[in-house]
């Protein structure tokens, strides 16, 4: 059995003073059991260069453009993933499938994997197949072996009292039934709800947001992840 992934998506939460502070705790914890991935602010990327790292973007263009942060910058920096069509950046920055593809394989072209975000808008488990399929189609294409799958319904996005894992597990396994990558999960993943989500075998680790901000939480899921290998 492989070791669950835990991807930690910090978003722009962190000032300085904060994530020098949670730097000091992350390496007071146990990472060494799971396969752990970091995706802080670009910002503070370098002050994680004792762990895996992922950017939690990647510039779409192999050219000079003001404010872009490109492949070739994330891989001097040793980036080894970089999560791509996050629902937040697909609905406030209104990123499409050309720039997702530019994207992905700007990835690919400098040997950075692929963490792909899957999403859906409503909570319809027929409209989710439906939504989900045709994103899927949209960049297979360009999707290694190696990519993760990251499946974060929108609606179960920092909402866990919405969770519904009935729903979960069919929506996984219907993606395991069209990819053979791994699949992760995202979406109000806790201390809390990490053992019912552990119980579906298709998923092969987290993607957290919140939970990945307050180490004595972070710390609870990976050891908790780890019981059920
Ligand atoms: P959440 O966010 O864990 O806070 O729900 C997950 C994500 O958006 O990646």
């Given at each position: 059995?492989?070791?669950k992934?835990?991807?930690?998506?910090?978003k722009?939460?962190?000032?300085?003073n904060?994530?020098i502070?949670?730097k000091?705790?992350?390496?007071?914890?146990?990472?060494?059991?799971?396969n752990?991935?970091?995706?802080?602010?670009?910002?503070?990327?370098?002050?994680?260069?004792?762990?895996?790292?992922?950017s939690q973007?990647?510039s779409?263009?192999?050219?000079?453009?003001?404010?872009?942060?490109?492949?070739?910058?994330?891989?001097?920096?040793?980036?080894?993933y970089s999560?791509?069509?996050h629902?937040?950046?697909k609905?406030?920055?209104?990123?499409?499938?050309?720039?997702?593809?530019?994207?992905?394989?700007?990835a690919?072209?400098?040997?950075?994997?692929?963490?792909?975000?899957?999403?859906?808008?409503?909570?319809?488990?027929?409209?989710a197949?439906?939504?989900?399929k045709?994103d899927?189609?949209?960049?297979?294409?360009?999707?290694?072996?190696d990519?993760?799958?990251a499946?974060?319904?929108?609606?179960?996005i920092?909402?866990?009292?919405?969770?519904d894992?009935?729903?979960?597990?069919e929506?996984?396994?219907?993606?395991?039934?069209?990819?053979?990558?791994?699949?992760?999960?995202?979406?109000s993943?806790?201390?809390?709800s990490?053992?019912?989500?552990l119980?579906?075998?298709?998923?092969?680790?987290?993607?957290?947001?919140?939970?990945?901000?307050?180490?004595?939480?972070?710390?609870?899921i990976?050891t908790?992840?780890?019981k059920?290998?």
């Amino acid at each position: 059995m492989k070791n669950k992934y835990i991807i930690c998506n910090h978003k722009n939460n962190f000032t300085l003073n904060e994530i020098i502070r949670y730097k000091e705790e992350l390496d007071k914890i146990n990472t060494n059991n799971v396969n752990f991935i970091i995706c802080p602010s670009f910002l503070y990327l370098n002050m994680f260069n004792n762990y895996k790292l992922g950017s939690q973007d990647i510039s779409a263009y192999d050219r000079v453009i003001t404010g872009e942060v490109s492949a070739k910058e994330l891989k001097s920096l040793n980036v080894s993933y970089s999560l791509i069509g996050h629902v937040e950046r697909k609905i406030f920055l209104k990123e499409n499938y050309l720039f997702l593809n530019q994207k992905i394989k700007q990835a690919n072209n400098n040997n950075i994997k692929v963490i792909y975000c899957l999403s859906e808008l409503e909570k319809n488990i027929d409209n989710a197949k439906r939504v989900l399929k045709e994103d899927l189609d949209n960049i297979k294409n360009n999707l290694l072996e190696d990519a993760i799958i990251a499946y974060e319904p929108k609606w179960a996005i920092g909402n866990e009292s919405n969770l519904d894992f009935e729903y979960i597990y069919e929506i996984i396994n219907y993606i395991s039934s069209l990819v053979s990558n791994d699949i992760v999960y995202g979406g109000s993943v806790t201390s809390n709800s990490i053992t019912q989500l552990l119980k579906c075998h298709n998923i092969n680790g987290f993607l957290l947001g919140n939970s990945s901000l307050n180490i004595d939480e972070l710390n609870k899921i990976i050891t908790l992840s780890t019981k059920y290998d």
